[in-house]
């Protein structure tokens, strides 16, 4: 058991005040298991009769009546522990010795010893703040002692950075706050509390719809007709670019995003709604199966939308062309559903690796400089942001218009938008992978020593 035992905290550093002379001896550790689990182990250094051991601390009490032990033998306790640091008090009681002394124990939620990830932080910031006012805040559930960020722009260049050796208490938030005119592609933050356990988030505010020429089906069909595949092919190059920004960035910031394609399908309002529900859907699988057959290697997704989120509104059996129509959407999370965006999808085809030496096809003349033109106009954006930074009192607060509520299993979205053409609204997180899509960083050192020692306070108990 002990070999074990110290395996498994291999990088905790021990402390031996063994006196063999002595009937027992203790072993236990500065913090907990990534189970949140605490330990003692009681080694005989002689066969003693009827032992019994009594921790209290942490609002509990463990009781244990182990019996005889012979010598050598070890008993090994663990329990759950509750708080992030607890003191405890032990008693052990055996046939002439009893023994008792105070410990104390930090909770760790991974790696090894003390330091390890802990929780996550909570968003507090609306898309808008982000995007339009260069501003992101994050509540942390725990203290911290310091954090430090890093903003990457949409080329994995770090347009902000900065280590803050400041406290923040449980409940309260830290507020990011940047200059740099860019397009964001991730925020990433970490905190660390004074027993080097941490936490940290990739929020990732960034999507982008593809410009793209509607293709036309004949009436009530949904293959794709050869006089049309140019059309598509011409979107397909601009999100094979995109998709190359994509993965380029992804490798500079080391963030591992998955990328995700979703294709959405709308009718106008001609014809029967049932109908016009199972055309759009099989029309937006059918150009997914035209990008995943041309080699498109993100996650592809359709759904249709039938009569549902109209561009233009109009009455029933009204022919209107702008309504007739798909959107492309690449991002990292899924679109929050509403509006014109469904709330379940079909997916097509999982993520397949680039193939070796790929080269994007040209873009198209008319989306030669679409790339630019979208980061220039985010760059326009963020510095009237930093232009008005005394106005902020008088600009609309986040909140459920935010981009992220609590991370967790739910996977953060983005906002398809309202179909003008712009680029899409966007929600979006760091997961990890997507989900979170926290990566841990190698822990910190650990804190605390195991101790194997004799206590001075172990006596023998005159008969």
């Not at 105070?102 to 990830?117: D, I, L, P, Q, W």
Request: proline fraction near 4%; hydrophobic fraction near 40%.
């Amino acid at each position: 058991m002990f070999s074990a035992l110290a395996s498994t905290f291999a990088q905790v550093a021990l402390a031996t005040f063994l006196s063999f002379a002595d009937p027992l001896s203790f072993e236990y550790s500065g913090s907990t298991d990534k189970a949140g689990k605490a330990f003692l182990v009681v080694k005989a250094n002689e066969n003693i009769d009827d032992v019994q051991v009594v921790i209290k601390g942490d609002g509990q009490t463990i009781k244990k009546s182990i019996g005889s032990m012979k010598s050598g033998q070890q008993y090994k306790v663990t329990w759950s522990q509750k708080s992030g640091k607890a003191k405890y008090q032990l008693d052990v009681q055996g046939a002439a010795v009893e023994a008792n002394f105070a410990f104390e124990v930090v909770k760790s939620t991974g790696g090894s010893g003390s330091g390890g990830k802990l929780g996550q932080f909570k968003v507090r910031s609306s898309r808008e703040d982000v995007v339009k006012r260069n501003t992101a805040e994050f509540e942390t559930t725990f203290d911290l002692a310091s954090y430090e960020y890093k903003i990457y722009d949409s080329d994995g260049e770090v347009m902000d950075a900065q280590t803050v050796p400041e406290g923040v208490k449980a409940g309260e938030a830290i507020t990011i706050k940047w200059a740099t005119a860019g397009e964001v592609f991730m925020i990433w933050v970490r905190g660390e509390d004074e027993f080097g356990r941490f936490t940290e988030y990739k929020l990732v505010p960034w999507a982008v719809e593809i410009p793209h020429t509607e293709i036309n089906f004949d009436s009530g069909k949904f293959n794709v007709k050869v006089d049309e595949a140019a059309k598509l092919d011409e979107a397909l190059a601009v999100a094979f670019n995109e998709l190359m920004a994509l993965e380029k960035v992804n490798d500079a910031v080391g963030a591992n995003l998955t990328p995700k394609l979703y294709i959405v399908g709308y009718t106008d309002t001609v014809g029967r709604a049932s109908s016009n529900q199972k055309l759009s859907n099989s029309r937006a699988k059918a150009i997914a199966e035209y990008f995943r057959d041309k080699g498109f290697w993100a996650e592809i997704y359709y759904a249709g939308m039938g009569e549902r989120g109209l561009r233009v509104e109009t009455g029933d059996n009204v022919d209107e062309v702008r309504n007739r129509r798909a959107l492309y959407l690449l991002g990292v999370q899924q679109p929050a559903a509403g509006g014109q965006i469904p709330g379940r999808w079909s997916k097509l085809v999982g993520r397949r690796q680039m193939p070796a030496g790929f080269v994007p096809p040209e873009l198209p003349e008319r989306w030669k400089n679409y790339r630019e033109e979208r980061q220039a106009a985010a760059a326009s954006q963020s510095e009237g942001a930093s232009q008005s930074e005394g106005m902020e009192d008088e600009l609309p607060a986040g909140g459920d218009d935010g981009l992220i509520g609590e991370t967790g299993d739910e996977t953060p979205a983005f906002d398809a938008g309202d179909g003008d053409g712009s680029p899409p609204e966007i929600e979006g997180e760091p997961g990890a992978s997507a989900k979170g899509c926290a990566v841990g960083s190698d822990a910190p050192p650990a804190v605390g020593l195991m101790a194997l020692f004799a206590l001075g306070m172990l006596r023998r108990r005159r008969a």
